[in-house]
Nanobody
Framework: QVQLVESGGGLVQAGGSLKISCAASTRTARPYTLGWFRQAPGKEREFVAAINWSGSRTEYSDSVKDRFTISRANAKMPMNLEMRSLKLEDTAVYYC???????????????????WGQGTQVTVSS
């Protein structure tokens, strides 16, 4: 089981930057991929970015590619999502999630993630 706690959300103006983090903890040494998903009001949860266990592989959605950077120094440090050039449409609750079945893939599929954090609100204003 993986416990996930997000932090760093808030209010930012369009064009600005924000970093959100995910602290992961587990009782076992089992590796896992970590991902970010987001959900805006009235919309389905969508994939944002993912990073595999070693940090050697990352994936991004087309909507955030070249603006967001996911990073993970090591298993004991928080995983970060640095968001730049934020747009109004980036407003959502951002969720951290863990995929224990594909630790080397950086999976983009929401159904692969069994463990979820509570989410952190990111609001981009005009």
């Amino acid at each position: 089981q993986v416990q996930l706690v997000e932090s760093g959300g808030g209010l930012v103006q369009a064009g600005g930057s924000l970093k959100i983090s995910c602290a992961a903890s587990t009782r076992t040494a089992r590796p896992y991929t970590l991902g970010w998903f987001r959900q805006a009001p009235g919309k389905e949860r969508e994939f944002v970015a993912a990073i595999n266990w070693s940090g050697s592989r990352t994936e991004y959605s087309d909507s955030v590619k070249d603006r967001f950077t996911i990073s993970r120094a090591n298993a004991k440090m928080p995983m970060n999502l640095e968001m730049r050039s934020l747009k109004l449409e980036d407003t959502a609750v951002y969720y951290c999630a863990a995929d224990i079945n594909h630790p080397w893939m950086a999976s983009v599929a929401v159904e692969n993630y069994a463990y979820w954090g509570q989410g952190t609100q990111v609001t981009v204003s005009s």
